[in-house]
């Protein structure tokens, strides 16, 4: 009784340090792209070095004001007043540009530099003050990197509130269903709740500390895999629990018995899925490089929790906690389940018995090798479409689900004024070289106009090339000191300038793309050591590294799952076997989701990172329940034999694994309630594949095909299992 109870109070002081940390979270997540960017990207390089020309730097945000049929003096003049107001009323940092009205008369805009850590709130009470005050008919926006960084983190806001009570309400009805009692459910969700206390304490230290860097994504994630992964963990020990509890009188024995059927499979399954999400690590982004560690504390505490907290408190309540359906101490009761050796077909063992899961066996036994074989045709159909994917990256304006305010700004914006307005194009130079640059520049079919920063100027710039010239005529004859650019000097910072191109295209579009990497390869010849930047080149860069990590990534975990396998099955052909039909699984999962997210929901596309997220759970969480399912064929083979242990397995795992399954593909489906495409895709996919592995691979692929291979499927050791 000593060790239960301590157990209970170590997890009471947990829950009640990590429950402050809930709040808390929020304040050391990060949702700028740059800042996950490699050290190396030339975007990261140039985004490092801003407080280098700029004193105090700041997220550029856009207001726009258009009107149908052309701007009236009334909207010129409130356009003056909000843009010297801005300062005064906190809505900028310091002082915008004045109002620029665009050649068609129809629209004005205001450069406004807002804070880069409290400029939601800005754009916010900007987005109600120029809504409030304009003149009727006026429509306005606010846009720009601040605009739609506004609405991505209000996008990730519902995270720690409504995804995780729409994770835990969904989870709670399914193990209502499954156990059929008010009490373990409950049980189940405070173990769950505990482990994600737990969690967040330690990702919230290491993200303070900076040892790693979480965003929106992240922490999204880490909510659900605790609480699905934990949930899991929990099923598989009251499972067990309710065995031993009718083969055992003492609670206490009943315990150490199902401890004991409990603890390798869940450490086997959990450090595998730790193991694939510590690959992350060899990501060049930092969000991906990061969700690693962070999921991998998760599931290191689900296991915890569902091992310490749960048998604790089930040790307590003892039979009481199934109420009411008890489990009855019979240990004469017969088995619901009986496999019978020479009485299948072909003389092979069948199982006899009532129930799902004994008809399920009887299914397998009867036609394996027609099951495994169609089974495998049907996901090799689903799988054709999965290169249909198209996981090329989507437009700043298009990772939102919904209405964007920024997105309709944009398009204002760029329908009467320079499409890159406020976004250009960031290229940091040698100061000899910045004439050739600015040339190489207007060379470009997308340029509008080019500049270099200079503190000293009335705008922050001074026009380089064409405008420059454009500006020297304006000025040409004026009285002395009319020009105000005049003796103004370009910002130099180790011999560097930092010049900036405004394009005529939106800052997402292909052609503001293909001007980065023609600007790259044309600039490099200049000087090599010139670097190109901005939020364009930032999503290409973003774009980039997501598709080395796929490379690189996707054959790593294969190899280290694979060797875990080995060590766990004690075996070669098994685990080949397990992470080949796995593969197979994801790819299935893949080509349907493509299908339905181009014809169906009609998405735009995907983040390159979507195939890469989508491949790790699938594949860890797939192993998963060949983990659950093939420890207990082995330990039931080493007693009865391979076909009759992998009915046996089957049978009895059936209902716990499937329940997990559905449990864990629920929680993941939550994620979708989050208005970002990125998660709805990752939700889906990863909610159909699980329920994929589970209902099919796991149910009648993997044992009817282990069951035509017999004791072989344990080779080089097969000869010391009897078959």
């Known amino acids: 009784m000593l060790l239960p109870a301590l157990a209970l109070v170590a997890w009471v002081l947990v829950i009640g340090l990590g429950g402050p940390f809930f709040g808390r979270i929020s304040d050391v997540v990060e949702n700028s792209q740059s800042t996950f960017l490699p050290e190396t990207a030339e975007s990261t390089q140039v985004s490092e070095r801003a407080e280098d020309f700029v004193a105090d730097p700041y997220l550029p945000g856009i207001a726009v004001a258009q009107r149908d ?41 205001i450069f406004v530099p807002m804070s880069e850590t409290t400029f939601d709130e800005q754009v916010a009470d900007l987005r109600a003050e120029m809504s409030d005050t304009a003149p009727e008919g006026l429509n306005t926006y606010v846009t720009g990197p601040a605009g739609f960084a506004t609405e991505l983190a209000e996008g990730f806001s519902g995270i720690d509130g409504v995804l995780l009570l729409v994770a835990l309400a969904v989870v709670f009805v399914i193990l209502v269903i499954v156990y059929r009692s008010p009490f373990l ?94 690959c992350l690590l060899f990501s060049d982004l930092g969000s991906t490089k990061a969700l690693g560690p962070a ?104 990772t939102l689900l919904g209405a964007s305010p920024a997105a309709d ?24 070289t910045q004439d050739r640059v600015a040339q190489a520049a207007e060379d470009l079919d997308v340029t509008d106009s080019v500049s270099v920063t200079a503190n000293d100027s009335p705008s922050g710039s001074l026009p380089l090339g064409k405008a420059a010239e454009e500006q020297a005529a304006q000025f040409q004859g004026a009285p002395g000191g009319a020009n105000p650019f005049e003796g103004v000097e370009p910002t130099v910072s180790d011999g560097d300038v930092q010049i900036q191109i405004t394009t005529n295209v939106a800052p997402d579009s292909d052609q503001a793309n293909a001007a980065v990497e023609q600007l790259r390869n044309d600039l490099k010849e200049i000087d090599p050591s010139i670097v190109v930047g901005g939020e364009t080149a930032s999503a290409m860069d973003t774009q980039t590294a997501s598709i080395h990590d796929r490379n690189l990534i996707i054959p790593v975990i294969l190899v280290v799952v694979t060797l875990i396998l080995m060590l766990l099955l004690r075996s070669v052909l098994a685990p080949l076997l397990l992470i080949v039909l796995t593969v197979i699984s994801f790819a299935s999962a893949l080509g349907v989701s493509a299908l339905l997210f181009n014809h169906v929901f009609h998405f735009p596309g995907s983040d390159a990172s979507v195939p890469l997220y989508a ?109």
């Not at 004024?417 to 000899?432: M, Y």
């Open 69 to 109: 049929g052309g701007l009236t003096d009334e909207d010129k003049q409130w356009a003056q007043e909000l843009g010297e107001g801005l300062v005064d009323k906190g809505l900028a940092e310091e002082a915008g540009s004045p109002p620029v009205e665009s050649e068609d008369g129809a629209a004005l805009q």
């Open 185 to 278: 459910p409950v049980l189940v969700l405070i173990t769950a709740m505990a482990a994600l206390c737990a969690a967040i304490i330690v990702v919230y230290l290491l993200a303070s500390g900076g040892v790693i860097q979480i965003d929106g994504q992240v922490q999204g994630i880490l909510f659900i895999l605790v609480v699905g992964a934990a949930t899991d963990y929990c099923l598989l020990y009251t499972a067990r629990y309710r065995e031993a509890l009718r083969e055992h009188r003492s609670k206490g024995a009943a315990t150490r018995a199902a401890l004991r059927g409990t603890i390798e499979p869940v450490l086997a399954s959990g450090g595998t899925v730790m193991a694939g999400l510590l």
């Open 295 to 398: 999921a991998a504390t998760g599931i290191a505490f689900s296991m915890l929790a569902a091992l310490t907290f749960l048998p604790a408190v089930l040790y307590i309540l003892g039979r009481a906690a199934f109420w009411p359906s008890r489990p009855k101490y019979d240990p004469d009761r017969p088995d619901a389940i009986r496999v019978v050796d020479h009485e299948g077909p072909q003389g092979l063992p069948t199982v006899t018995g009532k129930g799902l899961w004994a008809g399920v066996g009887r299914f397998v036994a009867r036609r394996f090798r027609p099951v495994w074989i169609v089974a495998t045709v049907a996901l090799m159909a689903m799988a054709v479409f999965a290169p249909t994917l198209q996981a090329s990256g989507l437009k700043q304006s298009e």
């Open 409 to 432: 700004g944009q398009a204002a914006l760029s329908a009467h004024f320079p499409g890159g307005t406020g976004s250009p194009i960031t290229v940091i130079a040698p100061e000899d």
């Open 615 to 723: 491949f790790v759970f699938l594949v860890a969480l797939g192993i998963d329940y060949n983990i659950f399912l093939m420890s207990r064929v082995r330990e039931e083979s080493l007693v009865h034999g391979t076909r009759a242990g992998i009915l046996r397995g089957l049978v009895l795992t059936g209902g716990v694994i499937t329940s997990a399954g559905v449990v864990l593909a629920a929680t993941f489906a939550a994620l979708a309630v989050i208005p970002i495409v990125f998660m709805v895709q990752l939700a889906f996919i990863v909610a159909f594949g699980v329920l994929l592995d589970s209902l099919l691979v796991r149910s009648l692929l993997v044992p009817a095909l282990s069951y035509d291979l017999g004791r072989v499927i344990w080779w080089p050791l097969h000869k010391k299992i009897e078959r």
